[in-house]
């Protein structure tokens, strides 16, 4: 069929054409996002999932909600060892401005802009910043050099204008994992003060599983604090529909058993779903899919994954560290006890410790519970069976 029309995306954080199977996460944001505009607390997310699992699409679709719910969005990607007031700032000054043109806000905005002088002259890197903010800091707010005490009086005052102007704001951050601890527990005590003020601030994040664990860790309430979606593989009746509804929005048509044999080959995980979808399109002829269209698009797809996806992790890797992984995979699928792959590589728990901490610090792998390991990817022993076991 017509590449041209190809309605798939097989990108990393790129919106599918039909995102099926979120709805029910979509609904609970906009109550959240609706409550918050109207004065009354609103529970922050945490979307936790395996990578190719369509966190960051959600992210994008709960963006949108949150621009129809009259909020302002900042929206970031948490880069590993970038501290989050530096990450922070410039949107902060973005919605401050915004709302500086709303009359009743003006005066609020104006005063929130002077917070996030204080808070700027605080942090070394954020000097030049802060010389460009044409106001005068407020003392006392936000200048105590403590993010867990200044954090949360920048995110009261970005909240005392939104609420004067009739709006909110929306603060999203993607890869959570990789905020630093203290960093991530100045940002649950900002957010634990906009719920007991009823600021209009809503937080939405998303990370890999062990987000949940490292909240916790960081504060103890933070299991209250956050809803934890668990954004995971697709249900077949969603993941069916991921394939069935935008083939025929392009007006052609797939067969059942084709259908069921993408939905089950890809074990309903989203990003692998837009793979095959996309390869199925451009290899069939059309208007209809058939099984064996189906069949030569999985051969293509497993190829696109294993030379892309699945190759630029593990380019990442160590040979130690590739060794670690491959025996992971060769004791099956997860989740793996560590003492077990200690025993197949014929080494002592102890001497793998740097190793684990180094491909679970590149995002490969994580503790899935007390001395247990999984892959952040999905299907990824798979792809390393398949390496080893060479062409077929």
């Known amino acids: 069929m017509d590449p041209f029309a190809n309605p798939f995306t097989p990108g990393a954080g790129t919106t599918p054409p039909e995102l099926a199977g979120r709805q029910d996460v979509l609904d609970s944001a906009r109550v959240s996002l609706r409550r918050a505009v109207a004065g009354k607390n609103a529970r922050h997310m945490m979307l936790l999932g395996l ?18 719910e009259r909020h302002l969005v900042t929206r970031l990607e948490a880069p590993e060892g970038k501290p ?42 954020l000097s030049a910043f802060g010389a460009s903010i044409e106001v005068d800091a407020v003392p006392g ?15 009261a005052a970005v909240g005392r204008a939104a609420a004067a102007a009739g709006k909110g704001w929306t603060l999203l951050i993607d ?9 991530l ?23 890999l599983p062990q987000v949940a664990r490292l909240a916790g860790d960081a ?15 697709l249900d077949p009746d969603a993941a069916r529909l991921a394939i069935r509804k ?17 939905a089950k080959g890809t074990q309903g995980y989203p990003f692998y779903l837009q793979a095959w979808g996309s390869e199925v399109w451009d290899q069939a002829e059309g208007p209809s899919v058939d099984m064996s269209d189906a069949l030569n698009a999985q051969r293509r797809a497993l190829e696109a994954l294993d030379d892309g996806f699945f190759k630029v992790r593990t380019d990442r890797l160590t040979p130690t560290e590739m060794a670690f992984v491959r025996a992971m995979a060769d004791l099956g699928d997860g989740p793996y006890p560590i003492a077990e792959v200690a025993a197949a590589l014929g080494k002592s728990l102890g001497s793998l410790g740097p190793t684990r901490a180094n491909i679970i610090a590149k995002g490969m792998i994580y503790s899935s519970g007390h001395g247990v390991l999984d892959f952040t990817v999905p299907l990824f022993a ?5 390496q080893r076991a060479g062409p077929a």
């Open 51 to 68: 990578r190719g699992t369509g966190k960051t699409a959600l992210l994008n679709a709960i963006e949108r909600v949150a621009l129809e």
């Open 84 to 125: 989050l007031a530096e990450m922070l700032a410039t949107g902060i000054r973005k919605v401050l401005l915004s709302l500086s043109t709303v009359e009743a806000a003006k005066d609020l905005a104006a005063q929130g802009l002077g917070v996030l002088k204080s808070l700027a002259s605080t942090v070394k890197k």
């Open 141 to 155: 707010e936000a200048d105590s050099g403590d993010l867990e005490n200044d954090l949360p009086d920048a995110f």
């Open 175 to 183: 890869e959570v994992q990789y905020l630093e601890r203290a960093d």
């Open 185 to 207: 527990s100045a940002l649950i005590v900002a957010l634990h003060r906009m719920n007991q003020v009823q600021a209009p601030v809503v937080f939405v994040g998303a990370g």
């Open 219 to 233: 504060k103890s309430y933070a299991e209250r604090l956050f809803a934890y979606p668990e954004i995971g593989a």
């Open 246 to 262: 935008p083939i025929e929005d392009e007006g052609a048509s797939i067969g059942a058993a084709a259908l069921d044999a993408i």
């Open 382 to 386: 798979d792809h390393l069976r398949r």
